[in-house]
């Protein structure tokens, strides 16, 4: 879904090497700063892999999951879990069409634990074949190098739209 070459005027997002460190107790702002922006960018760089359970491996066993529903889009429901996380990647792929789908990394704002990712991010619904296209801005919260907070603000109106059939005439 990401798009790490940066198109349409975003910017490439690297992955770092090697595995995303866990900060320890007492860490100063700037480490724990360290430790949350590392965590973001190898979120952003699995995404781009698209593997469910990888993505899903950066998160802590509970998750404070929240990006808006409707019930017509299938894969954005109530993900409390690490395991509900991997079914929401699992479940976007297998709803939008395989390649199609893109993100653009605008700006990544890192205070302490708290990480705000924005950018545009568009696809394909399989079912419809109806494109979708909208900016969002991801909160991400990282505790012990793991994510503890996903939330997403972006245009699920016009993701509802793409995922509803045309009447028939």
């Known amino acids: 879904m990401l798009n790490p070459s940066g198109a349409s005027g975003g910017r490439k997002v690297s992955g770092g090497s090697g595995p995303v460190g866990r900060s320890g107790e007492g860490i100063g702002k700037e480490t724990g700063e360290a430790v949350t922006r590392q965590t973001v960018r190898e979120f952003l760089r699995r995404v781009t892999e698209r593997d469910p359970d990888r993505i899903a ?46 993100a653009t990394v605008g700006a990544i704002v890192v205070d302490g634990a708290e990480a705000v990712v924005t950018g545009e991010l568009g696809g394909t619904v399989a079912a419809t074949g109806k494109t979708f296209r909208s900016r969002f801005a991801l909160r991400l919260t990282v505790e012990d190098g793991l994510i503890t907070r996903h939330h997403v603000y972006e245009d699920s109106l016009a993701v509802a739209a793409a995922c509803t059939p045309d009447a028939a005439a």
């Open 57 to 102: 491996d950066l998160y802590a066993e509970e998750v404070d999951w929240m990006v808006a529903g409707n019930p017509v889009v299938p894969w954005i429901k109530p993900r409390p879990t690490r395991a509900g996380v991997a079914g929401h990647w699992a479940d976007l792929a297998a709803h939008t069409v395989s390649g199609d789908g893109w």
